[in-house]
């Protein structure tokens, strides 16, 4: 069945191979980033499959950027019924050295742009009796040095998820998150960069430590994401898969 889907942070990396993938599966893709200009290669990939999707602009955290985006999208391409929370970014410092302001952005982006899209969007979906939420945590919610705002943010992620499950799954709503490793993109390129590594060099000494031998790609998350989202899994709720080339705890 074709439904609507709006997925975060879309115009690259992991957001951009889910919203491939969602669209491939069927459904109409809103692509939705900060800037919807940077949408444009995913929309063009999209199409050139024969395949519906938009390009929406809005900051995750505005409440009224993200109003009238759903508004705009429920327009534009029906009642969003799956929603990936995806959109985010890192703020990296040890914590004597972590400023106030790279923790509220993280914890902002992150929870408050999850919190405020399914909030916008959760309607549809009790409206519609069916709805797909998933949201990206990280193997950094077990603890990372160097992250205590991500850490606490992805950890928060998983707690919103499992509290979505309960309140939501009558109404036939699922909440799962996906909770990455060490994934290749323009996140993890920063930071090796920060550390003054070239890219293939961390690229390398991360796949040392991961079971399967080598570094995730964006595909590798999409194909979880798209588990969760399919008809077949909505007997699955409030759970945390990790997607990280080997087991996590
Ligand atoms: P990415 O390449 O940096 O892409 C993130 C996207 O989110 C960017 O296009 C960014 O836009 C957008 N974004 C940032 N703030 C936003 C906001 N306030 N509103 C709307 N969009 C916003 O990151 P990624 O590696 O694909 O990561 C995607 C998700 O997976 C994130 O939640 C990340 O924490 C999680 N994750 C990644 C890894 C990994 O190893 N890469 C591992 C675990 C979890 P701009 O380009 O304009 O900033």
């Known amino acids: 069945m074709t439904r609507t889907a709006i997925v975060t942070g879309a115009a690259r990396g992991i957001g951009a191979a889910t919203a491939r993938r969602l669209a491939a599966a069927g459904h109409a893709v809103a692509v939705l980033d900060l800037d919807a200009a940077a949408c444009a290669d995913t929309v063009a990939a999209i199409e050139a499959d024969g395949r519906v999707a938009r390009a929406v602009g809005a900051d995750v955290s505005d409440a009224a950027a993200v109003a009238s985006a759903v508004a705009e999208i429920t327009a534009d391409l ?18 004597f050295k972590m400023s106030e302001d790279d923790w509220d952005a993280v914890l902002r982006v992150h929870l408050r742009g999850a919190f ?51 309140e939501l799954g009558r ?9 990455p490793g060490f994934i290749q993109t323009d996140m993890t390129r920063a930071t090796a960069e920060r550390l003054g590594v070239p890219f293939e060099d961390f690229v390398a000494a991360m796949a040392k430590e991961i079971p399967v031998g080598r570094g995730g790609t964006p595909d590798d998350v999409a194909a979880a994401v798209a588990f969760f989202v399919g008809d077949d899994a909505g ?15």
């Open 116 to 166: 405020l899209m399914t909030q916008a969007v959760q309607a549809h979906m009790v409206d519609a009796g069916w709805g797909r939420i998933v949201n990206l945590s990280s193997t950094s919610a077990l603890g990372n040095r160097g992250q205590a705002n991500y850490a606490a943010a992805k950890a928060g992620m998983q707690g919103f998820t499992k509290t979505l499950a309960i």
């Open 78 to 95: 029906g009642a969003p019924t799956i929603l990936v929370n995806n959109a985010g970014i890192i703020r990296d410092n040890l914590l």
């Open 235 to 249: 007997f699955i709720s409030g759970q945390v898969l990790y997607v990280a080339g080997g087991p996590k705890a």
């Open 171 to 179: 109404y036939g709503v699922t909440a799962n998150a996906v909770a």
